[in-house]
């Protein structure tokens, strides 16, 4: 049979009506616990001889809503949800990686996940290293013989730099190394890193999944068995698990996924073209702009180019001061994916935890800006920045 596509995918993966009201949408099972129907009944589902919901923190119907349509939308066998971006990363990395052992990771990161791998260093001895991956040399020469994972931001969060995925994934294959990718910044509907060869997707379902700034959740996503494994390892006994509420919004959410997506791609295009030709715009950072340095493979991995978009002015962080704080409709708030734009600076926000030095590795300078440009009319977005700018 063909495979159903992804926005019908979107709409109807995992949904049934719910079976005593026929409900057509999932509702939220504001419960902490379930009744047994005897003791042999509760034994059973303990002992994971019977299925069926025990008590929230080990799942629940609208969360497992969430986690089917994510493992379809990725086109992976299992997906696992948690109450953040963060919660999913620590729960996988500290899934799959023991003291003692490498990561092998894209030179740049999102602040707090760069912040757990330092954690881990200090506190659990996991080693780790971050590597320019747009070379395969390099990547080569940086795996060590305990090497046991790649972890990767692709595009990078906020430098939208990219990672070859077909080629790093055969890399670590031809190593037995995971191959770990955060995709929250293209969403499932412009990025597949499973059918690129990766073994696990991660996501800060907060952003695009979610889509309206108003929740916070992660998911993972990858193979059957390892997915059981985090379920009953590192989700059930650090419990970082979703709620029911959360997971509404989400199942909501990515029912518009592709249409919201197509309109932050169409704006987002605008928007670049715009700063790209401003005078007191530096260099502008976006996949889909064609003297992008990686836009031969932003058009092969991605099936466009996403909404966020990061440019450098002069005059470091006052010269961002004079343009942020000029500007009316565009919030100044951290977080993207939103159909509300959002303009933050990383050096001073969402990277600001990460030493100058390594920052400065990573190619964030105290002038960068990062926009993620939500679906309002785009002429109302190029106003406020032409205004704001000028
Ligand atoms: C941000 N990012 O504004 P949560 N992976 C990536 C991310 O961008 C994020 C996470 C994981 C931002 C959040 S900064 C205080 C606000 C690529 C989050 C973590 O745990 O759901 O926030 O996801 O760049």
Not at 161 to 189: H, R, W
Not at 207 to 223: C, N, T
Request: some cysteine; aromatic content about 8%; proline content about 4%.
């Amino acid at each position: 049979m063909r495979k159903k596509g992804f926005s019908t995918l979107a709409i109807h993966a995992g949904q049934n009506e719910e079976p005593s009201t026929g409900s057509l949408t999932t509702p939220i099972y504001q419960t902490s616990t379930y009744v047994f129907d005897s003791l042999e009944d509760g034994a059973a589902k303990f002992a994971g001889e019977k299925p069926g919901y025990i008590y929230s923190r080990l799942g629940n119907p609208t969360v497992t809503l969430f986690e089917q349509k994510m493992a379809a939308l990725e086109n992976g066998e299992s997906a696992v949800a948690f109450s953040s971006g963060m919660g999913a990363i620590s729960a996988l990395i500290m899934g799959l990686i023991r003291n003692g052992e490498h990561i092998l990771s894209s030179r740049g990161l999102y602040g707090c996940t760069y912040g757990l791998l330092t954690l881990l260093k200090e506190r659990f001895g996991v080693e780790y290293s971050l590597i320019d991956m747009r070379e395969e040399q390099k990547i080569a020469e940086a795996i060590q013989p305990n090497t046991r994972l790649f972890y990767i931001e692709t595009p990078i969060n906020p430098t939208m730099e990219m990672v070859d995925l077909k080629k790093v994934c055969q890399l670590a294959k031809d190593k037995g190394i995971k191959v770990i990718v955060d995709n929250t910044f293209m969403s499932p509907y412009l990025q597949r890193p499973l059918e690129w060869g990766a073994d696990f997707v991660v996501h800060s379902a907060t952003k695009y999944l979610g889509g309206h700034g108003d929740l916070i959740a992660g998911v993972a996503v990858g193979p059957q068995n390892i997915m059981d494994q985090i379920r009953k390892t590192t989700l059930k006994d650090i419990g970082a698990i979703l709620g029911p509420n959360e997971a509404f919004l989400l199942n909501r959410g990515l029912k518009t996924l592709s249409v919201r997506m197509d309109r932050h791609c169409d704006n987002a295009k605008k928007v670049a073209a715009f700063l790209q030709v401003h005078s007191r715009v530096k260099k502008v950072y976006y996949p889909g702009l064609p003297n992008f340095e990686q836009y031969e493979l932003a058009c092969r991995q991605l099936d466009d180019f996403g909404g966020v978009i990061s440019f450098e002015v002069e005059g470091g962080t006052a010269g961002v001061a004079q343009v942020l704080n000029r500007l009316s409709m565009i919030r100044i708030a951290v977080s993207l994916g939103d159909v509300d734009s959002l303009i933050q600076h990383p050096a001073t926000m969402t990277h600001a935890v990460i030493p100058p030095e390594v920052r400065a590795s990573m190619g964030i300078s105290d002038g960068l800006i990062r926009l993620s440009v939500g679906i309002e009319d785009v002429d109302d977005i190029i106003e406020d920045l032409n205004n704001a700018l000028d």
